[in-house]
């Protein structure tokens, strides 16, 4: 007997539900005052020191040595080390949940002007990737809807709460996908006459656009209200940044030049063929999030490791460099992207402040977020060794002050089989 459609999509979201409890933490993460006690200390912006840091209520209160934490509860953090909290800029966790189901893809909105859709509104805080995330170093992120020219707004987010608005790390960034002159993917079939003649299509498309989002940003009392125009109003003026997807050079050349014509204060995101015009985006001090960087060569003529060296050449030039994974459910894996750009020419010490304070600065919260400093967020993690190294384990967490437990799907599942108990007495 055949399902009806509705008791089809009701059983899924039931059975999506329950998948969703069972993989959640158990343990509830605890408030308080707590001292780590002697560790080595990655601050990012003052160095690395031996030390201790206190975390009373959502903030780093001190950093230093042989420190009076009064009744905190102390951790023993001796041969271990702290990092300020990673953050990945630019993925779809919290938007996307299971490829194969499209119920659980809440990130991609129809037609090419949707900049009033937020991503912060669709983001589910009980989403099974953002324990697994988040007890892998990386405690913030940056997630982006996709789609049309302008998709929506993307939102910085912490990897704990139990609303959007409680996650929230305090940006939002407008989002447009610049026409490209490459192709999709390796199943495209245009022809380069044909490439050419859609790219020209969509930029008319945009300048179209952009004027009519200009003039109603200079009208003083403009009638009726557009809410296509009015949330990119300040973008036109100035006064919010545009994150503009760009991978190809020529493409990023003209972006360049559209940026600079229209007064915009823009970051490129992508940019997989940077350090072929790194130049000038050094020239024209526009911040870049590239990645993600286990990938492949965006041209078959390229070598297999220009991914991986892509970003240290745009830093060695001068660019501001953050990595993102452009991931959904492999977001965890932040760390490994920064260690493959750190050895193949960024080097340990940049790599690391581009999952840390160089997207906070990008992202305008390097008051808040990415480093370890006295009067910050308390968002870092403590750890046995390298995190750019998959046998280090991360024993402690803090987000926003929060002592979070170490359980993830993964965690409960080992636990689960280490001590299990078949439940059978089976006999001869």
Same mark, same amino acid.
């Given at each position: ?8 999509? %009701?059983?899924?979201?039931?059975? %999506? ?16 005052? /707590? ?30 040595? @042989? ?6 509860? =102390? ?10 909290? +990673?953050?990945?800029?630019?993925? $779809? ?20 002007? !949707?900049?009033?859709? &937020?991503?912060?509104?669709? =983001? ?9 995330? #988040?007890?892998? *170093? /990386? ?10 020219? +302008?998709?929506?707004?993307?939102? %910085?987010?912490?990897?704990? *709460? ?21 192709? #999709?993917?390796?199943? @495209? #079939? ?10 020209? $299509?969509? %930029? ?9 989002? +200009? ?10 209200? &557009? ?11 100035? $006064? ?8 190809? &050079? ?25 350090? #072929? ?12 999030? !590239? ?17 991986? !060296? ?10 501001? /460099? ?25 080097? /340990? ?6 999952? !840390?304070?160089?997207?906070? $600065? ?64 089976? &006999?001869?």
């Amino acid at each position: 007997m055949k399902m009806s459609t509705s008791r089809i999509i %009701l059983t899924t979201i039931f059975a %999506l539900s329950i998948l969703a409890i069972s993989a959640q933490q158990i343990s509830k993460p605890t408030y308080g005052p /707590v001292l780590l006690k002697g560790a080595t200390i990655y601050t990012v912006t003052e160095g690395i020191i031996e030390g201790d840091v206190l975390i009373e209520e959502n903030l780093i209160t001190q950093v230093g040595q @042989d420190l009076d934490g009064g009744d905190a509860l =102390v951790i023993d953090c001796n041969g271990k080390r702290i990092y300020p909290g +990673f953050m990945d800029s630019g993925c $779809k966790i919290g938007l996307a949940e299971i490829g194969a189901v499209s119920l659980t893809q809440d990130f991609n909105e129809l037609g090419s002007f !949707t900049p009033h859709m &937020k991503a912060l509104t669709a =983001v589910n805080p009980s989403s099974v990737h953002i324990p697994i995330t #988040r007890v892998n *170093g /990386v405690l913030t992120a940056f997630t982006i809807p996709a789609g049309g020219l +302008f998709p929506g707004q993307g939102a %910085l987010i912490n990897m704990h *709460g139990y609303t959007p608005e409680s996650m929230s790390a305090g940006f939002e960034g407008h989002l447009l996908n610049w026409p490209s002159s490459g192709r #999709r993917h390796r199943w @495209d #079939r245009r022809t380069d006459e044909e490439i050419n003649k859609d790219k020209e $299509k969509a %930029l008319k498309k945009l300048n179209e656009f952009w004027q009519s989002v +200009f003039a109603y940003a200079n009208i003083s009392s403009p009638e009726g209200y &557009k809410p296509q125009l009015e949330t990119l109003k300040d973008v036109a003026k100035g $006064k919010a940044k545009l994150l503009v997807e760009v991978n190809k &050079k020529g493409d990023i050349l003209d972006a360049i030049t559209w940026v600079n014509e229209n007064e915009v204060d823009a970051i490129f995101t992508g940019v997989a063929e940077g350090w #072929r015009v790194a130049d000038s985006l050094a020239k024209y001090e526009i911040p870049v999030i !590239t990645g993600p960087i286990l990938d492949n060569p965006s041209r078959d003529s390229d070598r297999y490791d220009t991914p991986y !060296t892509n970003a240290g050449k745009m830093a060695k030039a001068g660019v501001l /460099v953050a990595i993102r994974t452009n991931e959904s459910d492999n977001v965890r894996n932040l760390p490994f992207n920064a260690a493959f750009a750190a050895n193949y020419g960024m080097g /340990v010490e940049t790599a690391v402040e581009a999952i !840390t304070i160089n997207p906070a $600065k990008i992202f305008g919260v390097d008051d808040q977020l990415g480093s370890i400093e006295e009067g910050k967020q308390a968002n870092l993690f403590v750890c046995d060794g390298d995190p750019f190294e998959m046998k280090t384990r991360i024993t402690h967490v803090f987000i926003n002050g929060y002592n979070i437990p170490i359980e993830s799907r993964q965690t409960l599942l080992y636990d689960e089989f280490l001590e299990r108990d078949p439940g059978l007495n089976i &006999k001869d």
